[in-house]
């Protein structure tokens, strides 16, 4: 940690500092400067003496600015796990070799709509199901999805053609329901600071697909990972799925693809891509989830409806079936490229 | 709503819109243009038929771009009760006349902390004691809040002081044990769209106090009031906390005055400004306190510590307590200029 | 052109907004709704017509929102020129089959320097040589360029390598002294809305390399073009050089790939990804000028310096000349895939 | 400046960096950690050396970061100038105890409609007189300005009523005509990095009002006032007129009042908001304008029109002069307040 302190500074001011660090059990090295002193702690903290220590000195006397010389993640960076981790669903691995593509409709609907996109998924050659149950909308006034009923329907249906299935908990109390029915939990974009909601996930055991929201930075979103994996859950999918557009007249947010290089360097986690949030629009999910793979994710999250104009929520961004049946044969024929499988 | 064709959209696509529409029950009016074809829906559709028609729509060919003409939150409108909210709380009115100032510590630590910040609230004429039992922090590591112990000691100093107390849950399950202490629910800015806490906080019949999210716009804003609201309990107060900064060398967020007169253009609710979180920096919090009442804002919430630098939890924006007694003459000497009492 | 009035907006109101249409010579379509009314006007309106009067509609009692059906600019949309513009320069072509790297520093630094970076470049297969001679820099105590001393060193090694160039200029009067050295005209992000500038490229009748403004939105993006076009130059190239980021702790900018697509659809001018701008670090350009050749692009332009730690301005953006032949290579590799040659 | 190297950087890569320091006559201090290694530059450093040296150590092998310890902006900083710079035009003080008022319409459109708007401006006891000559446009359809025509009758104006006057210069061939007619130089926020007309502006020895550009941060808002003192000519106001907003629905701009602390803590020169381009609304300027003033602002650019509803620019956001009178009086009121006059 380096604090800098103010032009003019007394003598005293710095002092303090000093025997706040000393009090502290560290010894602090002083950088004087010209127009301004600096002071730095060379050894490392433990993360939960970082922040307060920090506040706290920001709130002395003569201090201009405290930075912090560390990244606040442990579980989740590289450094604490050099290899890439992979994540073992039934058969299905994701972040190794194999790239994943995870399809379905935004909503389970009934039985017969959630069947007949599984069916596209299954034959596509994808590998896992994605739908909704529980619908976070913005607007109460919104269909707000078919709840347990429709995690049956996915169970069901991911039983019959094979298919590990994700859907989304959006409440602490609410994973182990979730957790009974399907095979990985989705922590929504909206939820991605929901502490309660990612320890509850983080002690079910079950592999965490973890939504990046709009607008966290990557120290936000990998410390939000860190708070499943600190429940002794390491199975944990980071999800680029577009952030905060400031135009929002042609796509609904901006699809950050840049943070794919970044992640996979610093965090050892599968990173998957949701090029149809990303976008909002169905006619740009394709070239998005291509410059994805070759961006470096894992795996993208595309939404796909056996009829998008019928759909009951997000039908402006669902691929048609046989796009999504495009989509996949780009992704096979782009896959030799980066040395993957699809 | 305005559904905006392609430039070249054939006739063929425009009367598929047309027909939809009328499928369900509404008259399109065809605006004919000399590039492109506008369509109107006159009638005034259900809250829960709009977001879903206008993404159905524009999975349609031919379709450029659908817009609503009206605002999708209800209850929260002033359209919906011109008069303003007051919502009174054991004495304290908020939304009234009388300006009302939140004060107190980002966390309650211990008794004898929380004592000592209670009696510079009461003493200096506040008469709203706020204070975290339980804190959504960024990191699994920081100091979580002292939790139910927590929230007792919030009971008992307010019960001494004669304080209205409001402190923060972070999930639906928690609501009923906060409800249990605290006069007023907090919802926190990372919690905006946690829909089932907010569905809880309706439940609760407790007031709400709202915090906007970081990256949330105004018809997002008061559409998580009107979840709350929803389930019958119309007394929400809306927070303006500061919004996601694209600089965030000098202050911690951009805090969003103009959101004020907006707010109470549109919506009958009361609106509280937290000038603490908005700037992020404890000297800055006394001008923009002011700031807020001079734009409109029917009250501020204001973090204060007996000692900043030994909080636990956010001590660079805490105001000492002189500083927070001088705030307080600031806005009663401000108050008559404005029509009120502080 | 969408007129929505306010709930409860008079009748006199709404008529005082029909005549001020008709007295402009349209025909206003009244569409009663429930809660508000909405007026349309059908024609299309001169773009000279169309701002100035959604402005002054705005300003008229009972009126709320005045939303445009039709996009703003003109001749640089896909809708004034159905086929893709190419561009031609010397015996390079821009927006055509082959997808074009433009490489070189970021400033002309010396002949030595300039001159091994432009043999990396025609060695590695690249075909346009970029530098700066006029450097627009933040801090007026930051390399402000070579000058014209730059110009003449780049225009005798582009000479020398059979290379064409681009170069910025940073104002009007001095785009004759940059049209006289260079090849293309390089419009900074910064200056993307400095209109004399883009009147004198326009006029100039040289090649334009038009960088997006770190806020701008397409409209403005394409507005900006359209000023340029407007002169009667249409041979307008857009580079997106990555949005302003609200956490810049790993990466400097957000490169929009997302943008890539809509710019395709919506206009016929080719589409430049510059990612070493975008990322603003060296080991992420790879990547993501990968990402852009697969999402659609054009071509990219990439930094590169023979020896980057010596560089006089952006060092740490700068490919080394091995990593610069390494992704020449990559995107050879990747050419097939998307059906273009490199 | 504190260099932070990688986790595993190796003893090499570290004494890489101390010599690459020590060969620019630095005496590096290293700080070994238990994780990463920091090394610290003692010495300030001159403006010039410090972002290269940075961009060149970002570019070695084994570092992770690059953090500045002290702002990059000398003349515009409050460390080399105490006391509040006070600006003299004619009679009138910018930055002094009386608050200023700048006030009239967007554009210069005859000398009729300008006339009437000084009428009002003097009338209401404001002492600045605003319009466009030259109007930076984001369409080359819309209105462009009146050019020298309106400069003329701009003085002629100002000269009649005893007005100070202010309009835009958008080039720097364009200074010398704008301050032969004008007594202070507008820098639209456009053009606040168009570096040669703040070059130009500070050699035409004229006060300039500089604009933050939408998405500016701090110091590079400053650095842009250090480009015009650079050049001798310290009367420079800063001036914050809304900053890019995610939601632009209800508001054009985010006005961002807590920049205005900020500004007067760290910079000497005068500070003033434009509420009207900073919300976009005509009927929020009042409460944003007299927030400004209790937020610390030396004054407010206003937008009046005789009569908005025909502008030919700006009509939504231009108050009606009945209005600007409410404003100027709720100004008076609030003045004494804050202890200044208007």
Redesign the interface.
């Known amino acids: 940690m380096?604090i800098?302190m103010q032009?003019?500074a007394t003598e005293a001011q710095i002092e303090a500092v000093a025997s706040?660090i000393r009090d502290r059990g560290f010894e602090p090295?002083i950088?004087?400067?010209?127009?301004?002193t600096?002071i730095?702690i060379?050894?490392?903290l433990?993360?939960?003496q970082?922040?307060?220590i920090a506040?706290?000195?920001?709130?002395?006397e003569g201090v201009s600015?405290v930075?912090q010389?560390?990244h606040?993640?442990?579980l989740a960076s590289r450094?604490y796990k050099r290899e890439n981790t992979v994540i073992k669903v039934k058969d299905v691995e994701i972040g190794g070799n194999k790239f994943v593509v995870m399809g379905g409709p935004c909503s389970v609907e009934s039985y017969d709509q959630f069947e007949a996109a599984a069916a596209v998924v299954k034959d596509s050659g994808a590998t896992i199901l994605r739908g909704g149950a529980f619908k976070?909308?913005?607007?109460?006034?919104?269909?707000q999805g078919l709840a347990e009923e429709g995690l049956k329907i996915m169970k069901e249906v991911g039983d019959k053609f094979g298919l590990v299935t994700i859907t989304e908990a959006?409440?602490?109390?609410?994973v182990p329901l979730v957790a009974k029915y399907a095979d990985i939990i989705q922590i929504g974009a909206?939820?991605m600071?929901?502490?309660?909601?990612l320890i509850e996930a983080g002690k079910s055991g079950k592999p965490v697909f973890l939504k990046r929201g709009?607008?966290?930075?990557?120290?936000?979103f990998l410390?939000a990972a860190?708070?499943v994996m600190?429940q002794g859950n390491h199975n944990v999918m980071l999800c680029e799925r577009g952030?905060?557009?400031?135009?929002s007249?042609?796509?609904r947010n901006?699809?950050?693809?840049?943070?794919?290089?970044?992640l996979k360097?610093?965090s050892h986690l599968p990173v998957i891509a949701d090029p149809s949030h990303?976008?909002g629009v169905?006619?740009?999910v394709r070239?998005?989830a291509?410059?994805?793979?070759?961006?470096?994710a894992d795996g993208v999250m595309v939404e796909m409806h056996p009829n998008?104009?019928?759909?009951?929520?997000?039908?402006?961004q669902?691929l048609v079936p046989d796009t999504f049946r495009d989509l996949m044969n780009d992704l096979r024929?782009?896959s030799g490229?980066v040395g993957r499988t699809v």
Do not use: C, H, W
Request: glycine letters at 10%; charged letters at 20%.
């Open positions: 380096i800098v032009v003019g706040f090295l950088l004087p400067g010209e127009g301004r600096a730095g060379p050894a490392s433990n993360n939960d970082r922040t307060n506040a706290n000195i920001s709130a002395m600015r930075t010389t560390s606040p993640y442990k450094e976070p909308r913005t607007s109460p006034y919104s269909f959006m409440s602490g109390d609410m909206r939820s600071q929901n502490f309660p909601l709009p607008s966290a930075g990557v120290d936000e410390l860190e708070y600190n952030i905060m557009a400031f135009d007249t042609y796509t901006v699809l950050d693809l840049g943070i794919v290089p970044v360097e610093f990303g976008t169905a006619r740009y070239a998005m291509k410059a994805a793979m070759v961006a470096g998008p104009k019928e759909a009951l929520s997000d039908g402006s669902a024929g782009l490229y």
